[in-house]
């Protein structure tokens, strides 16, 4: 046992004996037996832990934390941060909100569906020739199918 590990032993549980590991307790107790360093420093943290053990919590800090938390839920978030919030949902709602990055996935899907609807030119339209022109195609393509003119 050395005052490095002391030290450790009393921030992590306090000045008071009792509550230090049984395991290294017998071990503290004889170090304080022979150092006088050791005695000031578990003096001087049972006087902190006095000090922690009289606070107390005043009402005024109570309200003050509860009308923090209050605006703070009330507080109106921007759109990126709502849409972000809806995406990513609390992993304790999880399972009931798996649907939200689903749908956000789908979205650009459906929109460039609706998009390919709208711009597509009418086929017919563009088959729709006169006809001379379909004779004129005809002539030119050099294609004779026996539909226009019997030799």
Known sequence: MNLGRLREIIDSYGA?????????????LALLDESADARALVSAETAFDTLLDTFEVSDDL???DHLKRKILANV?????GRIIEWLTPELESMPSSFWRPAVAATIPLILGIAIGINTVEDVSAVDDFSES??????????ENNGGWYDE
């Open 16 to 28: 008071c004996e009792k509550n230090w590991p049984s395991d290294e307790r017998v071990a503290v």
């Open 62 to 64: 109570i309200a003050q």
């Open 76 to 80: 109106k978030q921007g759109l990126v």
């Open 133 to 142: 022109e379909t004779l004129y195609l005809l002539a030119i393509s050099g």
